[in-house]
């Protein structure tokens, strides 16, 4: 299979041999397509069929509201799951839109087809199952994170609360973030200017320093 180095890559393939896999193409209808940055590859409210997975480069969740107003709901990049959470609740039509950042590869595969057990009932597909189980768990967890994010009553604890977060998934006083300003505003859900400002502030109390999406905290002085 011509993409299966870029399928073994991703956690919900992982331990999948290249012979199941092409088993798993007739079995879960995969398809995969190519998209140039800023592409559509889901929209808000087309009826929901597939389960996309990023193979390569990045996209982003937007939900646009009815007053017309676009939110940066996350970023997605190599082997997260776009849908994910449409394969057990049956909704009916997806929530929210899938816009390629850059260039990008993606494979769908037919929900119904990955939650229903093949007729052989083989390991492979259990395999698959748990993977899935696993990355709902996860889903739940950063879902989670950004509520108690978002819950902060001003933009600069929302910051900190962010940064923390981020430095402490990459373990590290010096990590990056996978947004722009805008961004970043976006999904915190502040005014860019607000953001900017106290962005600014932090660095000129030592708190934080940044350049362009590469943070550093210091940890000593640190708090939300």
């Known amino acids: 299979m011509e993409n299966f180095l870029h399928i073994k890559k991703t956690k919900i393939f992982e331990t999948i041999s290249e012979n199941d896999m092409q088993a798993m193409a007739y079995c879960f209808k995969i398809k995969f397509r190519n998209y140039n940055k800023n592409a559509t590859i889901i929209e808000q ?116 609360a962010y940064l923390y977060s981020e430095s402490q998934k990459a373990g590290s006083a010096y990590f990056d973030i996978p947004y722009n300003k805008t961004e970043f505003a976006n999904y915190l859900s502040v005014d860019r200017s607000a953001l900017s400002t106290v962005l600014a502030r932090l660095k000129e109390e030592g708190i934080i320093d940044y350049d362009k999406k590469h943070y550093h905290i210091d940890t000593k002085s640190f708090e939300i």
Do not use: W
């Open 45 to 160: 409210g087309q009826p929901v069929e597939d389960v996309v997975l990023i193979l390569k480069g990045s996209a982003k969740v937007e939900n646009i509201d009815s007053f017309g107003d676009v939110t940066l709901v996350t970023k997605m990049k190599a082997g997260d799951l776009f849908g994910l959470e449409n394969i057990y609740i049956g909704q009916e039509q997806y929530k929210d839109s899938l816009v390629a950042s850059e260039a990008c590869l993606v494979m769908l595969m037919n929900r119904h087809r990955l939650i229903t057990p093949c007729q052989n009932r083989c390991k492979r597909h259990e395999i698959v199952v748990r993977n899935l189980m696993k990355l709902i768990v996860e889903r739940n967890h950063a879902l989670s994170d950004k509520l108690k994010i978002l819950s902060k009553k001003s933009t600069r604890e929302k910051v900190l």
